[in-house]
Every structure is written in structure tokens, then in C-alpha cells.
DNA sequence: ACCTGAACACCGTTCAAGT
DNA sequence: ACCTGAACACCGTTCAAGT
């Protein structure tokens, strides 16, 4: 008896093997012991498949990120725990394209954007922060081939106090 | 009689009417009147097909780039003229992942360079640079679905002249 | 409800053959 | 040299059928 998320932990065992593109309904279903069509029972398509594989990579990173209380400690953790994913399996890093907006991804953006509001920040701005590194950390993995370079991201992170002290110059 | 740009072309085409899923080898044949087998005269797989698309999409990006007299300007014009080509083609973003290094890239990135350098950068300061502005860009075009937001680039461009600065501390 | 088997309409690519 | 036609080994997915 299967689940969705046996399915996708099957999928990303593939791809670890063979890369993505070895990843196939009919592999997948092998590595299960079933057959290619058990799997349509559980989702909807191979893309809803591949799209769900990026939150569930992503438990370990929510987890650190809640674990902090600052705004921009939380954001680094983000940025780095990411490029950790991202670098463990390359391949992955095409699929943060159209991700299935999944609960870890929700509750880490949520509990980063809790503490920047309460910093000051506004919900807004927050938002864009975390858009802006986490591009940043995506667009440095596709285009570095599995290398990070942290430069784009160190720069972020460093301008960010600065703009949070000037959307709130008095107190 | 066909070229290898040629094919290039008839694939964005493809790509543009229908999605670079739609972009196979039958349909770029077909555009050019001509049957698959005939494409793998210019071109030695569907892939490296793929992967020189994005040059060819920069010759107009880099054009502006190297009209450029200052690094930061330069840079900016690779970042803002990259976001409009994959605004107008969103299609193309996850192509430059892996892209055939091309004249296009090349000649944008060497003169940018060459200007960094001459104002005082290292070679490896800017390369980094570079890389650290396309990242952004990328990453921003990949997890915005096509819509540009520039908060992470002028974070990027309004921090690298302070770090030239710093680098050269006497003059 | 959950899974299977057979089948359909596609792919990219090879290989021998044409001119 | 350049292109074609037929064929191969795959795909994702549908559909009817089993339990």
C-alpha cells in the first residue's frame, strides 16, 4: 500500500542513481515493486511528481531555520542550508523552478518573515528579502554547476541590517 | 542548404509557439521543411541544440554591454538586458544552466571585465562579480515564473563599488 | 479502493540508403 | 557532403479489467 510521499522518496532515490532525467515513471515504479500505472494513484502526473520533490528536501532547512531568533541568522540558515541541499543533488536545483509550495518551505518563510516583522521590517520587504537570497542561492547553483561561491549571498546578507535600521530610523 | 544557427533559430521559434517541451527534434524539422535526421548534420544532439539557444538570445545584450566606458555600467546593462530576455522568453531561463559558452557570453564578459580591472578590481573580484549579478538574475527569473524583481540586483550594484573602493585603499 | 496488462501516440537517435 | 526512410528502444499516459 502506497503513499504520495513514499512515491516521491522513490523518485529521488532515482534521480540520485541515474540523475533526472533517469528518473521515469516506469524506474520509479520498479524501484517500488509496482507498476508505472500504481503510481498515477497517488499523483497526478510525473511534473506534480518532480514539483514535490523540492519540499520534501527541504524538512532539515525548515527545521534550522525555525530553530532561530533572529531575522537575518534565520535568512542565512535559508541561504545555507539551500545551498547544502542544492549541492548534495544538483540535479535538484532545476526542479526549485515550479515547486509544489509544500509545508517546509511554507513554515520556514513564515517563521523568517515573523521575526523580520518583528524587527521592523514590513511583511513586504521581508518577502523580497527572502525572494532575493533565495535566487540568489539558486541562480549561483545553476549557473556554478554544483559549486557555491557565497559572494552574491555574503553581500545580501550584509546590506539587509542596513535597510532594516533605515525603514525604522527613529524608535 | 542549412546552418547550424539556422536550427538555433527554427528551435526558439518552436520554443516560442510552444513551450521548449514542444521544442523536439520533429518540430524543428518540420519548420525548416526538412526531416529530423537532417538536423543532426549541425548539431550532434538535442541537447547541445538546447544548450546554445542562449547565446544566440544575448547578441543584442551583449551589444549594450560593450558600448559600456564604466564596470558597474556594464554590469548593470548584462543584468537589466539578461532580465528582458527572459522576461520575453521565460521559456529559456532553465536553459542557462547549462549553456554552450558562446561569442555572445564571451565578448559581454571579457569586456566587462576589462573595465573592472582597469579600475582597480582583481581579475578574480569581478569575475565573481559577473557571476554573482547573473545568478541574481537567473535565480530571481527561475522562482518569480517570469516576473522581474529587481530588489536583489540593486542590493548587488549599489554594493560592488564600495568593495572596489575598499580593494584599492591607496592611490 | 488500489493495482495490473495491454495498448497508443509520441520521443531521440541509429543505420543503411539515396543523390 | 547532405539529406531521406524505415526502424529501434524508449517515453508518459489512457483505458478496461482484475481483486
Given amino acids: 500500500m502506497l503513499s504520495a510521499e513514499q512515491v516521491v522518496a522513490a ?3 532515482c534521480a540520485d542513481s541515474d540523475g533526472v532525467d533517469g528518473c521515469t515513471m516506469r524506474a ?3 524501484r517500488l515493486g509496482v507498476t508505472p500505472m500504481a503510481l498515477y494513484r497517488h ?3 510525473k511534473d506534480e511528481l518532480l ?4 519540499d520534501l528536501l527541504l524538512f532539515e532547512v525548515m527545521e534550522a531555520a525555525v530553530r532561530q531568533r533572529s531575522g537575518v541568522s534565520a535568512l542565512r540558515e535559508i541561504a545555507l542550508g539551500l545551498a547544502k541541499v542544492l549541492m548534495a543533488r544538483p540535479w535538484s536545483t532545476r526542479l526549485f523552478e515550479q515547486p509544489e509550495p509544500g509545508p517546509n518551505m511554507q513554515a520556514a518563510a513564515a517563521h523568517c518573515i515573523g521575526l523580520l516583522v518583528a524587527e521592523g521590517a514590513s511583511a ?7 525572494r ?3 535566487a540568489q542561492v539558486i541562480g549561483e547553483m545553476l549557473t556554478a554547476h554544483g559549486r557555491f561561491d557565497s559572494t552574491g549571498v555574503d553581500l545580501l546578507l550584509a546590506a539587509i541590517p542596513d535597510l532594516m535600521r533605515s525603514s525604522r530610523p527613529t524608535r
Same sequence: chains 1, 2.
Fill in 132 to 134: 532575493a537570497v533565495v
Fill in 11 to 13: 523518485a529521488i532515490q
Fill in 124 to 130: 513586504d520587504e521581508a518577502f523580497q528579502w527572502i
Fill in 51 to 54: 514539483a514535490r520533490i523540492p
Fill in 28 to 30: 520509479v515504479a520498479d
Fill in 43 to 45: 499523483v497526478r502526473s
